[in-house]
């Protein structure tokens, strides 16, 4: 396997994935040391990879087998150099991580390879036979890249922890902004793609935003000072903009970060502004969890994609289209790349744009716009809505209640705040039901926790009170968000709609819980900021063993009875196991880990990670696994142990979170007005139909409203979980990287598609687990 000369975090992920799965069906593994450049030169660049040698790689960032520029493989003669060092070695397959002109030119490498052959066999540098042993070369491509700008695929490996630098100096940043009344203008890169810009805009509530694919009108600098203008009249210290490095206005001048100095801001509005440039810090760090689980289930469906090529199958590359990996060929991809830039910009008279990923960036902006826009005269619906917290607190939550006020505001609503869930709702005390304004929410994005509070209580023995406050405040409307007691609370709404009427309105749920516990949905708000605060920690964890050898450690997750945060933590952890309730186990199991662990001491691996589900078995708790592993370890290992607690659910949230809780939250609020519209007859709302009460879920490939008396039948209401959860196939892959003989199931894996411009709507998310 090769890395181009684009760099992203998580490539090691994916190349560690690569080579265990590739051992894991039998086959030689080859590293190819600094790209193309190694490729051409051989010789030790070109080295059998083993087990052991990607072990403790998951958490480094960049690749640890190097990447460089080679202007050598752009000419015939250096890709001839590559084809006989590729021989030499038994080579006929090969995995690529980068972008698309490496992938590109992975694919002309192909078209020529039997002429290659022939051409060294004139030169009598390999034998005759060797063209037909070695007739064909497989490509596969994984894309890695920063920029998110390569159509086919909603998210590159990399982007994820691009935007967590990105965010981690905007949330640093907005601390001396508003200390000192400042504006700040941030240039990120992306060339000429604007995700990142724009995605950790929605992310950090930036006030203006300038991106390639959307050049701004004619007097676009005044729209701009008025809006920082309007914002700061509002009470506001602070003002961000966020100014791709490729932005263009309509005439394609380049807008530069120099927007912030004297003859703009500074200029027009006498604001003190400062401007900071990213810059490469975007590129380092460490791979978030979202970043090393993404590589590593496209490095194994790589590998599968080999297994199954043919002499006429064409080179593909890895993707992801919402939950699911696909398999896209790899020119199609390419030329869409330039097509749609091409064609999107062509329609407005402008020059063509090399790049762009413009369907994800205009679904991203059209949310911005919504959340953003300044609503001073926006028209009057005369409708109350609702918007209430319920379950447990989520890193998350707050971006999702920022997004429905202003979205829904937007829309002409007026917008009610209710106070610690359903408690502050029936006990109508003064302040708990109360008008939220747009200004009231203002940096609430970056901030953890529920700021409107949150309870666990259900609403099923105070219906009348609900009912009565509901009919106090002409509420025509609610936005819940929250976790499985959300869900059994829309649930009692929804009955008690046959004895109150004010439960006749619209009624809609975002699942909110760091346990990704609630069905209906793949993913919730809030799953993915404790995914990383267990990465995290088991990454400090591990390397407070790098002194000491030989050591174990068994770490307690939350999530109830839901194994999500154990299985996908332990896969974006590299663990050796992990133990959950969906996945019975017994104490042969266990015996057998033991067994397994022991083994792996043997060689130069000394360190073991296990997971365990708080709820996963009554009996054999945190404290008795602990003390079987430091008894059958002894003399091979010793054990440690740890529970992680309530951190899972602090911190700020993740850019994952604060992207997927503003986009569905602004979803669900256009929802709520059109249901709005549809209900009204003779001056009130009535909507009593299965449809008009909904949980707002991401399945598979898209974004989905669900009426929630459907999903009873696929609940398990005694321990708190969906009967079918997705993630449980991904627990082959872990134990299938941590060197277990198991068997993996493929009928989930990518089939070969043909890209499409105009995917659905829904399929917005840019999320996989």
Request: glycine content about 10%; charged content about 20%; hydrophobic content about 40%.
């Amino acid at each position: 396997m090769v890395n181009s000369w684009s760099l992203s975090n998580g490539m090691n992920a994916a190349v560690r994935a690569v080579v265990r799965m590739g051992l894991y069906v039998g086959a030689k593994v080859y590293f190819i040391h600094e790209g193309y450049q190694g490729m051409v030169d051989g010789g030790e660049n070109i080295e059998e990879a083993s087990w052991e040698s990607v072990s403790s790689m998951l958490q480094v960032g960049g690749t640890v087998i190097g990447s460089a520029r080679c202007k050598e493989f752009r000419s015939h003669e250096g890709r001839l150099k590559a084809a006989l060092n590729l021989v030499q070695q038994g080579i006929t397959n090969l995995c690529v991580i980068g972008g698309d002109g490496s992938l590109t030119g992975a694919n002309l490498f192909r078209e020529e390879w039997s002429g290659l052959l022939a051409e060294l066999v004139e030169q009598g540098s390999i034998e005759a036979d060797a063209v037909s042993k070695y007739s064909a070369l497989h490509i596969v491509g994984m894309v890695g890249s920063i920029d998110n700008d390569f159509c086919g695929t909603d998210m590159t490996i990399g982007t994820d922890s691009a935007l967590h630098r990105i965010i981690e100096v905007v949330d640093a940043i907005m601390t001396t902004a508003q200390s000192h009344q400042r504006t700040f203008v941030l240039e990120v890169m992306g060339r000429h793609c604007g995700y990142l810009a724009l995605v950790s805009a929605l992310a950090c509530g930036a006030d203006w935003v300038l991106i390639p694919e959307m050049p701004p009108e004619d007097g676009w600098e005044d729209k701009m000072c008025q809006k920082l203008s309007a914002t700061r009249s509002r009470g506001t210290r602070l003002n961000i903009i966020i100014v791709a490095e490729g932005a263009i206005d309509r005439h394609g001048k380049p807008i530069t970060s120099g927007i912030g100095k004297p003859e703009l801001v500074v200029k027009c509005l006498g604001f003190d502004t400062r401007v900071t440039i990213l810059g490469h810090v975007q590129r380092g760090g460490t791979p978030s969890a979202f970043d090393r689980i993404l590589a590593s289930r496209m490095g194994v469906e790589a590998v599968l994609a080999l297994l199954e090529t043919t002499a006429n199958t064409p080179a593909c590359v890895v993707s992801l289209c919402g939950n699911q990996s696909v398999r896209l060929p790899l020119m199609e991809c390419v030329q869409m790349v330039a097509t749609v830039g091409t064609a999107w910009r062509c329609e407005r008279g402008q020059e063509p744009l090399i790049r762009s990923t413009l369907p994800p960036t205009t679904r991203n902006t059209h949310t911005f716009d919504a959340r953003s826009r300044v609503c001073f005269s926006a028209p009057q619906s005369n409708f109350n809505v609702a918007v209430l917290n319920v379950g447990a607190p989520a890193a998350g939550m707050n971006a999702a209640v920022r997004s429905a006020v202003r979205v829904g505001i937007s829309e002409g609503h007026k917008m009610f705040a209710v106070s610690d869930g359903f408690e502050g709702f029936y006990k109508g005390q003064v302040g708990t039901i109360s008008e939220i304004k747009w200004a009231d929410v203002g940096g609430w994005t970056g901030q953890g926790g529920s700021l409107l509070g949150t309870k666990r209580t259900l609403p099923a023995k105070h219906v009348d009170k609900i009912a009565e406050q509901m009919r106090e405040h002409n509420i025509n409307a609610l936005l819940i968000v929250g976790g499985f007691e959300a869900f059994e609370s829309l649930l009692q709404l929804c009955e008690a709609r046959a004895t109150h009427e004010e439960f006749c309105v619209p009624m809609c749920m975002l699942p909110a819980t760091i346990s990704n516990n609630v069905p209906g949905t793949d993913l919730s708000i809030g799953a993915d900021t404790a995914l990383n605060a267990i990465v995290e920690t088991c990454d400090r964890i591990k390397q407070s063993a790098s002194g000491t050898k030989r050591r174990v450690f068994i770490i307690e997750t939350m999530g109830g009875y839901c194994g999500y945060l154990a299985s996908v933590g332990g896969l974006a952890a590299g663990a050796d196991a992990a133990y959950i309730f969906e996945e019975p186990f017994d104490i042969k199991d266990l015996q057998a880990n033991v067994e397994h662990l022991t083994e792996k001491m043997k060689t130069s691996i000394q360190r073991g990670l296990v997971l365990r589900n708080e709820n996963c078995n009554e009996n054999y708790t945190t404290d008795f696994i602990y003390q079987l592993y430091s008894e059958e370890g002894r003399g091979v290992f010793d054990s440690r142990k740890n529970v992680l607690g309530h951190m899972q659910q602090g911190g700020a949230p993740s850019p994952f979170d604060r992207n997927f809780g503003t986009k569905i939250s602004a979803k669900a609020m256009q929802w709520v007005t059109k249901k709005l519209v549809e209900t009204f007859r003779h001056g009130r709302v009535f909507a009593n139909t299965e449809d008009s009460c909904c949980l707002l879920g991401m399945r598979r490939r898209a974004l989905v409203f669900q009426p929630v008396v459907q999903l009873k039948g696929e609940t398990d209401f005694v321990h708190r979980i969906p009967k079918e959860q997705w993630w449980l196939k991904l627990r082959p892959l872990m134990k299938i990287l941590a060197k277990y003989k198991t068997s993996y199931d493929v009928s989930d894996s990518g089939q070969l598609e043909h890209v499409v411009r105009n995917r659905p709507k829904e399929s917005d998310a840019s999320v996989a687990m």
